[in-house]
């Protein structure tokens, strides 16, 4: 369910509020991990490469969620998890590798979450 609000939130579809990638992501799963709104609207920042060291917002909105929870040992698991779907976790290099669009980093980055809450 959150995966599918995550994407509606991406394409501003289904009556949601368009966002960027990493906003995504954390509002699909603000409430399961407990994220004020000022933090989702802090990430307004990381869409579009802009995250930290260039890397795909939607990469990084769920890193910041395992990162701030009780489990940052699943860190690098995220981090495998997503560069075997992605190719890369920076946002130039994953367009360079076409094996993912925005939206597609949007799911995975959500799916990862919901596996690992879930």
């Known amino acids: 369910m959150s995966v599918n609000v995550a994407k509606n939130h991406f394409l501003g579809k289904e009556g949601y509020s368009r966002m960027n990638c990493a906003q995504s992501v954390l509002n699909a799963f603000k409430d399961t991990f407990d994220l004020t709104d000022e933090t989702v609207e802090s990430f ?23 990162e701030h929870s009780s489990a940052k040992e699943k860190t690098e698991t995220l981090e495998s998890y997503f560069a075997e779907h992605a190719g890369a976790l ?12 925005c939206l597609g980093c949007v799911e995975k980055s959500s799916e990862f979450l919901a596996k690992w809450q879930g």
Do not use: D, H
Not at 44 to 66: D, M, N, R, T, W
Not at 90 to 101: A, D, G, Y
């Open 90 to 101: 920076q946002c130039r290099q994953i367009r360079e590798c076409k094996k993912l669009s």
């Open 44 to 66: 307004k920042a990381y869409g579009s490469g802009k995250a930290p060291e260039g890397l795909c917002g939607a990469f990084y909105a769920a890193k910041y969620v395992i």
